[in-house]
T-cell receptor, first 115, second 112 residues
């Protein structure tokens, strides 16, 4: 089944404890992206990747890191999480940058709470 | 900053009625327009895309695009309680690495 898989789906952690949210897609998509979703603020892009070893900042990159060493994986790293990073996170991918027929497919989401 | 504006709602309609969801965008060179449906706590799922001015129909859903007015809408005919969700409008330029910009969504409630 074609899908985007995120892990963990739920996580409660404490301020400052490094964590990684993994994202993997099995559709050979070039484009991958991370979003966070907060009440009243909608979906905001954190980072995106046009292809392997090509990553770029989105609208809210502060406090996050990403890497794209393989085409299928795009992990989101929080080096020192803070409570304002408590959010619902979505990974998404598309064949190429979203446009026309290049439609984004979303993962199921990861709900992160930082105490 | 490119913006996509939606009325946050909630928009309440009775079962069987037509729900009309609206979206305006600021980037005049936008080329592709998408409507996603998101149930509470779930991920967005694509329901419609439209690229040319006019109407595009898919079952009970009709997307309408007016590039001159920078306006895109989604009509849901014969609304069902299962249509109750947040509807996200998303817009992109179709060029290089320009991002897909999402509106904040409109919450639709269909009352049985």
């Amino acid at each position: 089944e074609a899908q985007v898989t995120q892990n963990p789906r739920y996580l409660i952690t404490v301020t400052g404890k490094k964590l990684t949210v993994t994202c993997s897609q099995n559709m050979n998509h070039e484009y991958m992206s991370w979003y966070r979703q907060d009440p009243g603020l909608g979906l905001r892009q954190i980072y995106y990747s046009m292809n392997v070893e090509a990553t770029d900042k989105g609208d809210v990159p502060e406090g996050y890191k990403v890497s794209r060493k393989e085409k299928r994986n795009f992990p989101l790293i929080l080096e020192s999480p803070s409570p304002n990073q408590t959010s619902l996170y979505f990974c998404a991918s598309s064949p190429r940058a979203p446009s026309g027929a290049n439609v984004l497919t979303f993962g199921a989401g990861s709900r992160l709470t930082v105490l | 900053q490119k913006e996509v504006e939606q009325n946050s709602g909630p928009l309440s309609v009775p079962e069987g009625a037509i729900a009309s969801l609206n979206c305006t965008y600021s980037d005049r060179v936008s080329q592709s327009f998408f409507w996603y449906r998101q149930y509470s706590g779930k991920s967005p799922e694509l329901i419609m895309s439209i690229y040319s001015n006019g109407d595009k129909e898919d079952g009970r859903f009709t997307a309408q695009l007016n590039k001159a007015s920078q306006y895109v809408s989604l009509l849901i005919r014969d609304s069902q309680p299962s249509d109750s969700a947040t509807y996200l409008c998303a817009v992109t330029r179709n060029s290089g690495n320009t991002p897909l910009v999402f509106g904040k969504g409109t919450r639709l409630s269909v009352i049985a």
